[in-house]
């Protein structure tokens, strides 16, 4: 059972790169349910498109980091995964912490683009929920059953993005709060320290 949950995870991840959710303003009911899922289709039309090409792990990895940075709101992403730590840096740190949680996010689960082919995603349905909008999809994988995943849209950042990922009830963004937690713990709080742990970790 837990090997299953990790693989549906793994699996949601990538079509990113998934509780307590991140207050939005109102703004962002700019979003409207037709756009919201226009963009998870096309995202997931994106990643499956990675997934037959045949192109070699890496150069799916590096296609797999554009396909993130193009429909996640990364910043907001990275943020909420570094927690409040993420107010005491700099600009520059924090440029360049999100810089190499992006690139962590793209291998860890980019690694995986191999286990999902002949995967499908499809797109069954939306609502409003506070101020962003609820995009659910069925996932389906060689050997498994179906299950859900929430993909959570706003338009925070100026343009419509996914900010989380919900498999199964588990926050993709929350769950990577805690692996990046533990790391900055291992670095004793040294955000420089934990920067140079992502940029080889994944």
């Given at each position: 059972m837990?090997?299953?949950?990790?693989?549906?995870?793994?699996?949601?991840?990538?079509?990113?790169?998934?509780?307590?959710?991140?207050?939005?303003?109102?703004?962002?009911?700019?979003?409207?349910?037709?756009?919201?899922?226009?963009?998870?289709?096309?995202?997931?039309?994106?990643?499956?498109?990675?997934?037959?090409?045949g192109?070699?792990?890496?150069?799916?990895?590096?296609?797999?980091?554009?396909?993130?940075?193009?429909?996640?709101?990364?910043?907001?992403?990275?943020?909420?995964?570094?927690?409040?730590?993420?107010?005491?840096?700099?600009?520059?740190?924090?440029?360049?912490?999100?810089?190499?949680?992006?690139?962590?996010?793209?291998?860890?689960?980019?690694?995986?683009?191999?286990e999902?082919?002949?995967?499908?995603?499809?797109?069954?349905?939306?609502?409003?929920?506070?101020s962003f909008?609820?995009?659910?999809?069925?996932v389906?994988?060689?050997?498994?059953?179906?299950?859900?995943?929430?993909?959570?849209?706003?338009?925070?950042?100026?343009?419509?993005?996914f900010?989380d990922?919900?498999?199964e009830?588990?926050?993709?963004?929350?769950?990577?709060?805690?692996?990046?937690?533990?790391?900055l713990?291992?670095?004793?709080?040294?955000?420089?320290?934990?920067?140079?742990?992502?940029?080889?970790?994944?």
């Amino acid at each position: 059972m837990l090997i299953s949950k990790l693989t549906r995870r793994n699996f949601v991840a990538l079509t990113a790169a998934a509780g307590a959710m991140t207050a939005l303003p109102s703004s962002a009911f700019a979003l409207n349910d037709a756009q919201a899922k226009a963009l998870i289709n096309k995202a997931v039309a994106d990643i499956n498109k990675v997934i037959s090409s045949g192109k070699s792990l890496d150069r799916m990895i590096k296609d797999f980091e554009k396909i993130f940075v193009k429909y996640g709101d990364v910043s907001i992403i990275a943020r909420s995964a570094l927690g409040p730590d993420a107010r005491g840096l700099s600009k520059s740190q924090l440029n360049a912490y999100t810089k190499a949680f992006q690139g962590y996010i793209s291998r860890k689960y980019g690694k995986r683009f191999n286990e999902f082919v002949g995967g499908k995603v499809e797109v069954t349905g939306g609502r409003p929920v506070k101020s962003f909008y609820e995009v659910n999809a069925k996932v389906t994988l060689r050997g498994q059953k179906p299950f859900q995943v929430n993909f959570l849209v706003s338009d925070k950042s100026g343009k419509n993005k996914f900010f989380d990922l919900i498999i199964e009830g588990i926050s993709l963004r929350l769950s990577e709060k805690a692996e990046i937690g533990a790391m900055l713990d291992r670095r004793k709080g040294d955000i420089n320290g934990l920067i140079q742990d992502l940029k080889k970790a994944g």
